[in-house]
């Protein structure tokens, strides 16, 4: 061996041991560090609603809600605690809820989760149990608890208020947002859900809520205060629910064998309160000759509130218990719509807010139905020919209204196309096919609505919808759009 082969040697030795090294360096640098952690999943902010886009949160689906509020204390400020128990719908670390009221404290699952809030946005990150997986896994059961405090009247909705007061009352509720000026919600008409709300209150005071009464007294946890349960026991849509605190005459009862409790805010003359008792004691009659016509009521209780304000509009569908505006006491039309909404809209609810067709029209074509002396042929009749000019009458469109029009057309001219559906039917398929849209539970859209009236005829009914529901102008009198002859 020469120098120059030993140099040749020598440098070839030092490569390859180079090479090795780096080789194995460079595989414990692969093999050897810990793992870093899959970026969190993280579902959507809001449930993309066309008309309400940020409304609800995506990846679960909400079974129950237990809402415990301490409404207690002088004024307007509550103090509350929500447990959401829901099922995943997708792998989750980060997920998202509504509410107005200041978030304090979150768990899920009992354990730790951090959380932020922007206006009623809350986003939610559980913790890893394991690093390299999701906090929550796809069809696992969750429980997420929040407790929050805040003053709910200082909140801006947009559009229509939530929050009345009149001297010691307040209530809260509303359509299409509501909820979450009181508890932690998935807020959209898409996630039912049952609930049992539970109350504290000012001795003597009364909480009312949507659901039936479960039990009152004396609260075991708070000095001088009393607390009141209420239960939705069949899942129902969260602008269904609501919150009243005030002085209240309570009737409690049964009725074909069903609980009913009537409540009436003292705040009214006695001889209002006399008249708005006299008017819900119709409400097992109004439900008895629904029943007739949509099949079996789908809640376990039934009742009516009438508080001591006025709201912005004449009453609302509260699950069981509905809330009636205290200067319409008296109207049947009133009691008669709003309890065909516990079947067409908190029972077969929505699935976008631009579905609005499905929950009043058909409410109101039950109202229709069943008011004394009311004739829907002549309401038909005074609709399509009375006003057969009236261009406002003919749009927009019942099948895209929009947001800021979505709660006008549909109570007139939608009952007018539900009727203008029963003539192209026919009664003797008309009546099973809206008692079998009725009895369905969960959401359901406006095409569904179509395809399902398709399919209980054996006609197209294509034509028909496009006329009634997607055009801005009067259909054409004809047998086809379901218009009798004269
Ligand atoms: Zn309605």
């Known amino acids: 061996m020469s120098l120059v082969q030993r140099f040749w040697l020598i440098l070839t030795v030092v490569v390859v041991a180079t090479v090795i090294a780096l080789a194995t360096l460079g595989d414990r640098l692969v093999t050897g560090a810990p793992k870093v952690a899959p970026e969190p999943v993280r579902a959507a902010s809001g449930l993309g609603d066309p008309y309400l886009p940020e409304a609800g949160g995506a990846g679960y689906d909400v079974q129950h809600y237990e809402v415990r509020v301490n409404a207690a204390g002088l004024g307007d400020e509550l103090r509350g605690t929500t447990t959401v128990t829901a099922v995943a719908s997708q792998d989750l670390d980060e997920f998202h809820l509504d509410l107005h009221l200041s978030a304090r404290t979150v768990t899920v699952n009992g354990g730790p989760a951090t959380f932020t809030q922007h206006g009623d946005d809350l986003a939610i990150t559980a913790a890893r149990p394991r690093p390299a997986t999701p906090a929550i896994t796809a069809g696992q059961s969750f429980t ?94 969260s602008y269904a629910t609501f919150l009243a605190v005030g002085d209240y005459r309570i009737e409690q009862g049964t009725a074909d064998g069903r609980p ?58 509260t699950a069981m218990n509905p809330v009636y505006h205290r200067q319409l006491i008296g109207r049947e039309t009133l009691l008669n719509h709003e309890l065909a909404h516990m079947w067409f809209g908190d ?67 939608g009952p007018t196309v539900v009727h203008a559906l029963r003539t192209r039917m026919g009664d003797s398929t008309f009546f099973p096919f809206l008692r079998a849209w009725a009895q369905q539970r969960g959401p359901r859209s406006l095409e569904d609505f179509r395809r399902a009236a398709d399919d209980a005829t054996p006609e197209d009914l294509t034509g028909f919808f496009a006329e009634w529901l997607d055009q801005t102008d009067r259909p054409e009198p004809t047998e086809a759009n379901g218009v009798p002859k004269r």
């Open 144 to 237: 997420v608890t929040v407790g929050y405090e805040g003053d709910p009247s200082a909140v801006k909705l947009r559009g229509a208020p939530a929050y009345y007061r009149a001297g010691s009352e307040f209530v809260i509720a509303g359509e299409p947002g509501s909820a979450s000026l009181w508890y932690a919600v998935n807020d959209h008409p898409r996630d039912a859900a049952t609930m049992d709300l539970i109350v504290t209150v000012p001795r003597g005071r009364e909480a009312i809520g949507a659901g039936r009464l479960i039990e009152h007294g004396a609260d075991p946890d708070v000095a001088d205060a009393d607390r009141w349960q209420w239960r939705v026991d069949a899942p129902t849509v």
């Open 347 to 413: 029972t077969v609810t929505l699935a976008e807010w631009n579905d609005l067709f499905n929950n009043e029209s058909l409410t109101s074509y039950a109202e229709w139905l069943v008011t004394t002396g009311s004739n829907p042929a002549e309401n038909f009749d005074g609709n399509y020919r009375g006003r057969a000019s009236e261009a406002d009458y003919w749009g927009p469109a019942l099948s895209d209204p929009g947001l800021r029009e979505l709660f006008v057309r549909v109570y007139d001219r």
């Open 260 to 317: 009913l409790v009537y409540a009436v805010s003292t705040r009214l003359s006695a001889s209002a309160q006399n008249d708005a008792l006299r008017w819900l004691r119709q409400t097992p009659a109004a439900v008895r000759k629904l029943e007739a016509h949509l099949g079996p009521y789908p809640f376990s209780g039934i009742g009516g509130f009438v508080p001591g304000m006025n709201m912005y509009w004449g009453g609302l569908e």
